[in-house]
Structure formats: structure tokens, C-alpha cells
């Protein structure tokens, strides 16, 4: 079946870190650019960080720089987002997506209801004390 799941959800207080991961079955998620977005309660999605298939270049939004960290293996076929120093803000349920690369990370961030090649179902994040 090809499908791409994200695990790695759950509740951590403020401060607290997770790693969320993004694997890939029935394809090869090397063949892509790979986007993490996120949509909190009420919200809009929005991108959070994206990372390139070719160069490993990386794209993150404003307001997790320094925080999150996108980083991927393609012999495990799966991308992860390392989040450290995890605020009440984070709170939001967490997608990742796989974009034929056609355009930058930048723009595929920027596209957080892009037609993606494949959506993940999506893993809820909660940081609350």
C-alpha cells in the first residue's frame, strides 16, 4: 500500500522535546521534497519545515528556527522533525506531505493545501503543562 504516516505525537509540557517521523511505504521518499506542516485548533495549516530531495536543503518558518530541526534517511525511508524547547503555541495536529520536486522548499512551504503527490494522516501534538 502506498501511504506515507507520520507517528511520534503526544503530549509533553512546555520545554519538553519530540521527534515526529514521517515514513513511506510502496515508494521512495528519496524521489522527493519533503514538507512538515502543522494546523492548530481554529487555524489555518501552515509550513513548518521542508527539506529538499536533491541537496538537503532546508526551509523553516520563521518561528521555529533554532527550535525544530528537519533532517531525513532515505535507507529508512522516513523524515523526522526533531522539536526541542516545545511552547503551548506548537499545539496543532502535525503533516507531513511529499511534492515531486517542481519547485524550491521555500515554495512547497509556502503551500500548506498543496496538491502534494501524497498527505500523511497527520499526528497530534499537545504541549501543556
Known amino acids: 500500500q502506498v501511504q506515507l504516516v507520520e507517528s511520534g505525537g503526544g503530549l509533553v509540557q512546555p520545554g519538553g522535546s519530540l521527534r515526529l517521523s514521517c515514513a513511506a511505504s510502496g515508494f521512495a521518499l528519496d524521489y522527493y521534497n519533503i514538507g512538515w506542516f502543522r494546523q492548530a485548533p481554529g487555524k489555518e495549516r501552515e509550513g513548518v519545515s521542508c527539506?529538499?530531495?536533491?541537496?538537503?536543503?532546508?526551509y523553516y518558518r520563521d518561528s521555529v528556527k533554532g527550535q525544530f530541526t528537519i533532517s531525513r534517511d532515505n535507507a529508512k525511508n522516513t523524515v523526522y522533525l526533531q522539536m526541542n524547547s516545545l511552547k503551548p503555541e506548537d499545539t496543532a495536529v502535525y503533516y507531513c506531505?511529499?511534492?515531486?520536486?517542481?519547485?524550491?522548499?521555500?515554495?512547497?512551504?509556502?503551500?500548506?493545501?498543496?496538491?502534494?503527490?501524497?498527505w500523511g494522516p497527520g499526528t497530534e501534538v499537545t504541549v501543556s503543562s
Open positions: 527539506i529538499s530531495r536533491s541537496d538537503g536543503s532546508t
Open positions: 506531505a511529499a511534492d515531486f520536486p517542481t519547485r524550491t522548499v521555500q515554495a512547497m512551504c509556502a503551500m500548506p493545501r498543496g496538491e502534494f503527490t501524497y
